[in-house]
């Protein structure tokens, strides 16, 4: 069965500084791999998706993550974060053997930039 | 384009009262449809996905049941609800295909069960 453990619950950093969110998935076929940001009361926004191909994917924002097959992780990145950043950041895999009908969740990570 | 609507936005329910969450999508066909709760400080749990009219998986046991009445309607209900199902509620849609596979999620409804 697939799992996604996204390792810090909350990420406090400044702004303008790097930082990462770490996630790191279980699955025994291959798998897509995606991140998603949500803002306070709504949906979930993608931010960014691993299909195949590179292993550096960039997506919207700034953002980008890089798929590491031997460590089954897909940590996210951004090397200057804004005040706009605040948000809770949620790390999915779907399996794609069947085509995605089940794309799990982590737990997510709240990242919150201060001035 | 493709368009997701899920109503109501909050909701306020006394124990034991009725549930009916709707969502429905626009600008596509056959999609996949999916139920999930977000619990306050916890991530995304899955509870129902739909890959057709009438076809309904259920991921966990639960006081809730859904139903796709037509091909872009998902409908998450409860005949009593209880104070746990508390949280919030998103619905999501996709489609199969190389370049398509993430989720498009409604706006989502705020539960509260009192």
């Known amino acids: 069965a697939q799992s996604v453990t996204q390792l810090d619950s909350q990420v406090p950093v400044f702004e303008e500084a790097p930082v990462e969110l770490r996630c790191n998935y279980s699955?025994?076929?291959?798998?897509?791999l995606f991140w998603y940001v949500q803002y306070p009361n709504q949906g979930l926004q993608l931010l960014l998706k691993?299909?195949?191909?590179?292993?550096l994917v960039k997506g919207i924002n700034g953002f980008e993550a890089e798929f590491n097959k031997s460590q089954t992780s897909f940590h996210l990145r951004k090397p200057s974060v804004h005040i706009s950043d605040t948000a809770e950041y949620f790390c999915?895999?779907?399996?794609?053997?069947?085509?995605?009908?089940?794309?799990?969740f982590g737990a997510g990570t709240r990242l919150f930039v201060k001035a | 384009s493709q368009t997701i609507h899920q109503w109501p936005a909050t909701l306020v329910q006394p124990v034991g009262s009725p549930l009916s969450l709707e969502c429905t999508v626009e600008?596509?066909?056959?999609?996949?449809l999916y139920w999930y709760r977000q619990a306050a400080g916890r991530g995304l749990q899955l509870l129902f996905y739909s890959v057709g009219i009438g076809q309904i998986s259920s991921e966990v046991p639960q006081n809730l049941s859904a139903s796709r009445p037509q091909d872009r309607q998902f409908i998450l209900s409860s005949k009593k609800l209880l104070l746990s199902d508390s949280g919030f509620y998103l619905c999501a849609w996709s489609v199969l295909g190389n370049r398509n596979t993430e989720a498009f999620f409604g706006q989502g409804t705020r539960l509260t069960v009192v």
């Open positions: 699955s025994s076929v291959s798998v897509y």
């Open positions: 691993y299909l195949s191909g590179s292993t």
């Open positions: 999915a895999v779907s399996d794609r053997g069947t085509g995605g009908f089940k794309t799990i």
């Open positions: 600008g596509t066909s056959n999609p996949n």
